[in-house]
Every structure is written in C-alpha cells, then in structure tokens.
C-alpha cells in the first residue's frame, strides 16, 4: 500500500501546476475581448463623432448673426475671421437713419489664441471706441482693420501678460498707440473694453 500513495502524490504535483496555467488562459482572453471593445470603440468615435462634431462646428462658424459679430467660441487661427465685414456705410444707409452721422463704433467680439498655449486657451474681448463723428465714421469704414488690429494685439499676449491686473490699462495703451497714428479725420480719445475674457 505504500507504493500505492506514491502515485498519488506523484498525481497531485502534476495538478497544480495545471490549475496555475489554466487561470492564465482566462485572463489572456478577457484582455484580448477588452482590447476588441476599445479598438472598436474608438474606431466609432473617430469615424461617427468627431466628423459630426467637426460638421456642427463648421456650420456654427458659417452661420452670420444679423448684427455681424462673429459667434465662435474658440478659433483654431491666431488672427480673428469675423462672419460679416462693414467696410463702408453707403447712401442709402445714411438717408436710412436720417443723415445722422456715427455716435458710437463698438467690436463686438474678437476671439484669439492665447500665444504660447497651443491653441489650448483663448481670449475673448470687445471694445467701444470714445472720439468724434467723423473719427467714428473713419473706423467704421475701416472696420476690417480695426478687428484684425485688435486681434493680432490679443494674439501676440501670454497668460500671464492676460492675466495681469493692470492689462486693461496695457492694452488700451497698446492699442491706442496702433490706431490713432493711422487716422487721418482725428484720433480717438479714449477706448474701454466692454468684454475681457481668458480662457
């Protein structure tokens, strides 16, 4: 009887090490099954997702406001692309209201890339321009001008310069300095920014 528990013992060796091989087999499978589903799961979102995403963002970049401010939120370029332009006030435009000349020239909203961010953060900003009528008519009829100036200011600023407390004051200087010395009808007295936004 002693020479029959030694198979036996023999038996129970060889059992365990296919009891340890025979839980790997399960676990190599449920990671292969996970790494199907993720596989497939970002095929989904790069191939239904993102285009659609790309698309909303595309359309709601093409759609003009009546008013001509731009309503995107987050720019890819550094140099703002308003929707509608008003380069020049026409005739009829003028007898429309009266013959009154401009009393006031506001940007409404100028969005830019923060420099050194890569493209990770953006400011928004919106300004209303203080001067004479025929200043003011003088900036509306160069609005194009005014909006990439005030862009290209916005977009050559840091994080850190954004976030100074004194960078109203500092840009207002900065921009002023650009502005008055192009006009030919006067300068404008004073600016102030109706939006500052860093995010």
Do not use: C, W
């Amino acid at each position: 009887m002693a020479d029959d528990n030694k198979p036996e013992e023999g038996a129970e060796e060889t059992a365990a090490p296919k009891a340890k091989s025979g839980g790997m087999i399960p676990l190599l499978l449920t990671s292969l099954i996970v790494a199907v589903l993720l596989a497939g799961v970002g095929f989904a979102l790069a191939y239904f997702v993102v285009p659609a995403r790309m698309a909303a963002a595309n359309a709601a970049a093409d759609a003009t406001p009546v008013d001509g401010t731009s309503t995107a939120s987050a720019p890819v370029g550094a140099a703002p692309t308003p929707e509608k332009e008003k380069t020049a006030r026409s005739a009829e435009e003028l007898q429309a209201e009266g013959g009154k000349p401009i009393s006031k020239f506001t940007i409404e909203e100028v969005t830019v890339n923060i420099a050194d961010t890569r493209g990770n953060r953006f400011v928004r900003a919106g300004v209303y321009f203080e001067a004479e009528a025929p200043v003011l008519e003088e900036l509306e009829a160069n609005r194009a001008r005014m909006i990439d100036t005030l862009g290209q200011v916005l977009s050559t600023k840091t994080l850190d310069e954004l976030t100074a407390p004194n960078i109203r004051g500092v840009l207002r200087e900065e921009l002023l300095g650009i502005i008055n010395p192009t006009l030919k009808a006067g300068h404008v007295d004073n600016l102030y920014f109706t939006d500052l936004l860093v995010q």
